[in-house]
């Protein structure tokens, strides 16, 4: 099986090239990532343990689920994959997800352009092990918590930090 590919893009989400994923991850490339916020009725947040064996912030909680775009994919339909891949959401649309943002991640060794979405949620899910550790719900100030004490991934981080900043309701 050949390895994903995905756009390598700039600052303004110009697509400058293509790469794979391992390339991607080796040079840290900028690229494109999709996010969906899952809150429950309560507006609790879906957080998750990212897996150990992930390469990129293994073992951190993150934010409900997230997906790298692949190319010539769009943010939206990468969006609707990391919410049937990793948390077994599935029968939603594109025109489902609300989109809150965009957000810039920038660290020494990873890069991405993101495009971050909600989906209002309180069915069942099932989590892909090779992706997730756990799920659990978690208010504001539990999410504040594990920030600061450096157990939560530092994208999801940001992006979080940006909702409190801005009120998603």
């Known amino acids: 099986m050949s390895e994903e590919m ?45 897996s150990s064996s992930k390469k990129i ?34 029968g939603y649309t594109v025109n489902e997800l609300t989109m809150l943002f965009e957000v810039r991640f920038r660290s020494p060794s990873y890069r991405t352009n993101t495009r971050v979405f909600k989906l209002m949620y309180t069915g069942r899910i099932s989590i892909q092990t090779d992706e997730v550790d756990e799920i659990r719900n978690a208010s504001c100030s539990e999410i504040d918590d594990l920030i600061s004490k450096g157990v939560f991934a530092p994208d999801g981080a940001l992006i979080f930090k940006r909702i409190q900043n801005g009120r998603i309701d």
């Open 57 to 90: 912030f293994p073992g951190c909680r993150d934010l409900g689920a997230a997906e790298t775009v692949s190319s010539g994919e769009s943010y939206e339909h990468a969006a609707i994959r990391a919410l049937e891949e990793e948390l077994g959401i599935k």
């Open 6 to 50: 995905i756009d390598v893009v700039d600052d303004e989400d110009n697509i400058v090239g293509i790469a794979d994923r391992g390339k991607i991850i080796e040079k840290g490339l900028t690229h494109r990532t999709s996010f969906v916020i899952v809150l429950d009725h309560f507006k609790r947040f879906l957080i998750q343990k990212r």
